[in-house]
């Protein structure tokens, strides 16, 4: 038996060092590396048994071609060269008559890994094919982190430990973060108050010790009334503001009047004096930290939302106290200058953009021109987890549309495609990591060869591109040549010497971090910008969601699961045997409904309509029905969340809405 190295490769902001056992060609467990500092050697539930996944019996091992309808799942295994012949030659017709935007890639981050995540870029960059905007995850966050910190380093997750009160801010901790809780336990040994800010009772919120209970979309209002409250009660640092930030006087002389914690009560729901105990709570701690997650952002306010909450530790001067802060995203990813792998200069001038939530609308709409006539799908699952999910479906059916998904398994999507490509897991190839959540990167060679016949995303594009006759050596360069330049990028991309002999070694490295950085503010004005000259509007104010316009009755609330990574480890039948597609609402409601626990219920709006079992608890308000995970929607009867979900984006920076959803609910 061997042990190798690696990291967790799940789009998880806690990218968990891992001890792979291998013997031959198996991997027989996964284990978490005690060595890395962050994860500590724990791992969650579904990576405790990673290598289920790996070897499980659903993998896809060869290429396969549709020989069925679309969407009825039927294909016959062809060879590789078969399946890049039929792919090149598509393309090059498709090219002809309609021109390379006709081609739209569409990929996130089924893998994180550095060269696998980016394998394609260049390639569709190349061939001039539509460039899809990423927006699908929390543009929207680090666009109001950055409005007001601009490019400043987040705080670390370990300041945590010092802190003496840290809010748990739309972070469901214990599905998605679970690591951040070694950090949270360190500061309550030492008395720290824990305080959850969330739309229903998660798992999260009774772990908290204290509780707030949200209405949906609407902190922003929430954060300035507890900074009408920190200014009334003189609870601000003067001190620090005058010396660190900008913007505090007209807030709170032009802004603030306006957001009284009755004004703020209105709004949120959260009762006044719930907010005057917040506020005061936060004001008068020592090093309060915010651990904000991605929930506030999923709104058609989300980058205002981010913004407002952002200014909260800047006028407490937490930054000036050891445990004090606020990490959104950590600046991990800065590690690596990612240009390498991405050029975007190889993108044409003026190429068409589309936005991959809007994927469904891009494949039905019948007056774009060029229309998609290709579609390439890696390291994603848009039948499943974009949302207008009936209009993705609609035009994954057309007949005219030429479907490549390059999968490990057969989800929902590659049972649309017209040829499947088959993946190789993370512990198959070689990649090199960086988390959002931390600062420790690691790389993660192949541990074992090839599943079947699957090949990485790198691989695949290499054959790809001298398919498609691009003469570019760039194609030709191994994974682990392009990890060397990665490890060397690091030299300009992070401010400090990186340990690089370490990290060439596949061990954990923690990016060292300037003394002083969180005192260092990257923004035009070398201070926190509370007042931004450079957007509109200069002063942050709050704006009311999209579903403040629809008509529906309740708020659906769709959270994570702790079981799957969206639409992740839907593949392990241990993990989604039990309760999925449940409906939570408060007994109140289900009384003036006349429903009952355990009816199916269907939950509409003018998106489409999904059918849930109902669970009544009094851990969501009135008005509010929550539902966890976005499973394959081969598990469920009519469809999943995403049948409900919008394709309107975000305030700014065209992100995602999923969480900004009303819908109505009756019995089946
Ligand atoms: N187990 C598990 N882990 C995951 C994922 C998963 O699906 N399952 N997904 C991964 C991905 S891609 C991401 S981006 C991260 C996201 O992880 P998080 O940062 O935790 O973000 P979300 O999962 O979007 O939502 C977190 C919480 O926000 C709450 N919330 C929703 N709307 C609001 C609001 O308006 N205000 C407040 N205060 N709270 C709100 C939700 O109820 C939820 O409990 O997790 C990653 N990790
Ligand atoms: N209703 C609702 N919908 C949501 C969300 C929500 O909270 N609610 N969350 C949203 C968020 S935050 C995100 S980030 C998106 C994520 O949505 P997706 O991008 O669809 O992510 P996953 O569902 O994890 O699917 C990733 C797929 O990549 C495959 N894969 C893994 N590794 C590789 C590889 O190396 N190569 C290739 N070719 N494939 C690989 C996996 O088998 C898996 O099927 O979902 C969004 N959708
Ligand atoms: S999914 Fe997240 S918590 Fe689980 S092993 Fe991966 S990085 Fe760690
Ligand atoms: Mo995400």
Redesign the pocket.
Same mark, same amino acid.
């Given at each position: 038996m061997e042990i190798k190295k690696s990291a967790c490769p799940y /789009?998880?902001?806690d990218c968990c060092g891992l001890l792979v056992y291998t013997e031959g060609d198996e991997v027989i467990k996964v284990k978490g590396d005690p060595s890395h500092s962050y994860t500590r050697g724990t791992l969650c539930p579904k990576m405790a048994r990673y290598e289920r996944t790996v070897h499980s019996p659903a993998r896809l091992t060869t290429p396969l071609k549709r020989v069925g309808p679309k969407g009825s799942g039927e294909f016959a295994p062809i060879s590789w060269d078969t399946a890049i012949a039929a792919i090149a030659s598509q393309w090059k017709t498709i090219i002809d008559t309609y021109g390379a935007e006709a081609i739209l890639p569409y990929s996130y981050?089924g893998t994180m890994g550095t060269i696998q995540y980016s394998a394609g870029h260049s390639f569709f960059y190349q061939l001039g094919a539509t460039s899809l905007d990423r927006t699908i995850?929390?543009p929207a966050k680090s666009r109001g982190y950055r409005d007001v910190m601009g490019g400043t380093l987040p705080t670390a997750p370990q300041e945590a430990g010092c802190s003496d009160f840290i809010i748990l801010?739309? !972070?469901?901790m214990l599905?998605? /973060?679970i690591h951040f809780r070694h950090d949270v336990e360190l500061a309550r040994q030492n008395g720290a108050k824990i305080w959850c !800010? /969330? %739309?229903?009772e %998660?798992p %999260?919120a009774r772990y908290a010790d204290h509780f707030t209970c #949200?209405k949906?979309?609407?902190?922003g209002a929430l954060a300035l009334g507890l900074m009408h409250v920190l200014s009334r009660d003189g609870l601000v640092d003067e001190e620090f503001i005058q010396q660190y930030v900008t913007g505090w006087e007209e807030l709170r002389d032009n802004v603030l009047p306006r957001y009284s914690p009755a004004d703020a009560a209105a709004i949120t729901e959260v009762p006044a004096a719930a907010i005057e105990e917040l506020a005061k709570a936060f004001g008068r701690a020592r090093a309060p930290f915010i651990r904000l997650?991605?929930?506030?952002s999923?709104?058609g306010n989300g980058a205002m939302t981010s913004r407002l909450i952002t200014c909260l530790p800047a006028i407490v001067g937490a930054y000036a106290h050891t445990g004090g802060g606020l990490l959104t995203s950590a600046s991990g990813s800065h590690a690596f200058d990612k240009s390498i792998i991405r050029r975007p200069e190889k993108e044409k001038g003026g190429v068409r953009h589309i936005n991959m939530i809007k994927l469904g609308q891009a494949l039905t709409d019948e007056k774009l021109a060029p229309p998609i006539k290709s579609l390439y799908v890696y390291s994603s699952n848009p039948a499943c987890t974009a949302p207008e999910q009936a209009l993705v479906q609609q035009g994954l059916l057309r007949e005219d549309l030429f479907t490549v998904v390059h999968e490990r398994f057969m989800t929902d999507t590659a049972r649309y495609a017209d040829i499947i490509l088959p993946a190789t897991t993370s512990l198959e190839h070689d990649d090199i990591y960086y988390s959002y959540g931390h600062y420790t990167v690691q790389r993660g060679d192949a541990a074992i060869p090839p599943v079947g016949q699957s090949k990485s995303n790198w691989q695949v594009f290499s054959l790809l591109a001298n398919a498609m006759g691009i003469d570019d050596t760039f194609f030709q360069q191994t994974e682990a040549e392009l990890i060397e330049k990665f490890i060397a990028s690091t030299d300009t991309a992070w401010p400090l010497p990186v340990d690089k002999a370490k990290l060439a070694n596949g061990e954990p490295v923690d990016l060292p971090l300037p003394e002083n950085y969180k005192l260092d503010f990257k923004t035009p004005s070398g201070k926190i910008e509370i007042k931004n000259p450079a957007i509109e509007p200069a002063l942050p104010d709050y704006r009311p969601p999209h579903y403040a316009k629809d008509d529906e009755s309740f708020l659906l609330?769709n959270?994570?699961?702790?079981r !799957?990574? /969206?639409s992740s480890f839907n593949e392990r039948p241990e993990l989604t045997r039990g309760h999925i597609m449940e409906l939570l609402m408060h007994p109140d409601d289900a009384q003036h409904l006349g429903l009952c626990e355990g009816d199916t219920v269907q939950a509409s709006n003018a998106q489409g309509s999904a059918q849930f079992t109902l669970t009544l608890t009094a851990r969501t308000a009135p008005g509010r029905v929550v539902s966890e995970g #976005?499973w394959w929607n081969t598990l469920t009867k009519t469809g999943n969340t995403n049948q409900l979900t919008h394709a309107r984006t975000t305030d700014k920076d065209d992100g995602s809405t999923f969480?900004d959803v009303k819908v109505n609910i009756s019995k089946i």
């Amino acid at each position: 038996m061997e042990i190798k190295k690696s990291a967790c490769p799940y /789009d998880c902001p806690d990218c968990c060092g891992l001890l792979v056992y291998t013997e031959g060609d198996e991997v027989i467990k996964v284990k978490g590396d005690p060595s890395h500092s962050y994860t500590r050697g724990t791992l969650c539930p579904k990576m405790a048994r990673y290598e289920r996944t790996v070897h499980s019996p659903a993998r896809l091992t060869t290429p396969l071609k549709r020989v069925g309808p679309k969407g009825s799942g039927e294909f016959a295994p062809i060879s590789w060269d078969t399946a890049i012949a039929a792919i090149a030659s598509q393309w090059k017709t498709i090219i002809d008559t309609y021109g390379a935007e006709a081609i739209l890639p569409y990929s996130y981050a089924g893998t994180m890994g550095t060269i696998q995540y980016s394998a394609g870029h260049s390639f569709f960059y190349q061939l001039g094919a539509t460039s899809l905007d990423r927006t699908i995850c929390a543009p929207a966050k680090s666009r109001g982190y950055r409005d007001v910190m601009g490019g400043t380093l987040p705080t670390a997750p370990q300041e945590a430990g010092c802190s003496d009160f840290i809010i748990l801010w739309s !972070i469901s901790m214990l599905a998605t /973060d679970i690591h951040f809780r070694h950090d949270v336990e360190l500061a309550r040994q030492n008395g720290a108050k824990i305080w959850c !800010i /969330d %739309t229903y009772e %998660t798992p %999260t919120a009774r772990y908290a010790d204290h509780f707030t209970c #949200v209405k949906p979309g609407t902190d922003g209002a929430l954060a300035l009334g507890l900074m009408h409250v920190l200014s009334r009660d003189g609870l601000v640092d003067e001190e620090f503001i005058q010396q660190y930030v900008t913007g505090w006087e007209e807030l709170r002389d032009n802004v603030l009047p306006r957001y009284s914690p009755a004004d703020a009560a209105a709004i949120t729901e959260v009762p006044a004096a719930a907010i005057e105990e917040l506020a005061k709570a936060f004001g008068r701690a020592r090093a309060p930290f915010i651990r904000l997650g991605s929930g506030q952002s999923r709104y058609g306010n989300g980058a205002m939302t981010s913004r407002l909450i952002t200014c909260l530790p800047a006028i407490v001067g937490a930054y000036a106290h050891t445990g004090g802060g606020l990490l959104t995203s950590a600046s991990g990813s800065h590690a690596f200058d990612k240009s390498i792998i991405r050029r975007p200069e190889k993108e044409k001038g003026g190429v068409r953009h589309i936005n991959m939530i809007k994927l469904g609308q891009a494949l039905t709409d019948e007056k774009l021109a060029p229309p998609i006539k290709s579609l390439y799908v890696y390291s994603s699952n848009p039948a499943c987890t974009a949302p207008e999910q009936a209009l993705v479906q609609q035009g994954l059916l057309r007949e005219d549309l030429f479907t490549v998904v390059h999968e490990r398994f057969m989800t929902d999507t590659a049972r649309y495609a017209d040829i499947i490509l088959p993946a190789t897991t993370s512990l198959e190839h070689d990649d090199i990591y960086y988390s959002y959540g931390h600062y420790t990167v690691q790389r993660g060679d192949a541990a074992i060869p090839p599943v079947g016949q699957s090949k990485s995303n790198w691989q695949v594009f290499s054959l790809l591109a001298n398919a498609m006759g691009i003469d570019d050596t760039f194609f030709q360069q191994t994974e682990a040549e392009l990890i060397e330049k990665f490890i060397a990028s690091t030299d300009t991309a992070w401010p400090l010497p990186v340990d690089k002999a370490k990290l060439a070694n596949g061990e954990p490295v923690d990016l060292p971090l300037p003394e002083n950085y969180k005192l260092d503010f990257k923004t035009p004005s070398g201070k926190i910008e509370i007042k931004n000259p450079a957007i509109e509007p200069a002063l942050p104010d709050y704006r009311p969601p999209h579903y403040a316009k629809d008509d529906e009755s309740f708020l659906l609330i769709n959270a994570p699961d702790p079981r !799957i990574l /969206d639409s992740s480890f839907n593949e392990r039948p241990e993990l989604t045997r039990g309760h999925i597609m449940e409906l939570l609402m408060h007994p109140d409601d289900a009384q003036h409904l006349g429903l009952c626990e355990g009816d199916t219920v269907q939950a509409s709006n003018a998106q489409g309509s999904a059918q849930f079992t109902l669970t009544l608890t009094a851990r969501t308000a009135p008005g509010r029905v929550v539902s966890e995970g #976005v499973w394959w929607n081969t598990l469920t009867k009519t469809g999943n969340t995403n049948q409900l979900t919008h394709a309107r984006t975000t305030d700014k920076d065209d992100g995602s809405t999923f969480y900004d959803v009303k819908v109505n609910i009756s019995k089946i």
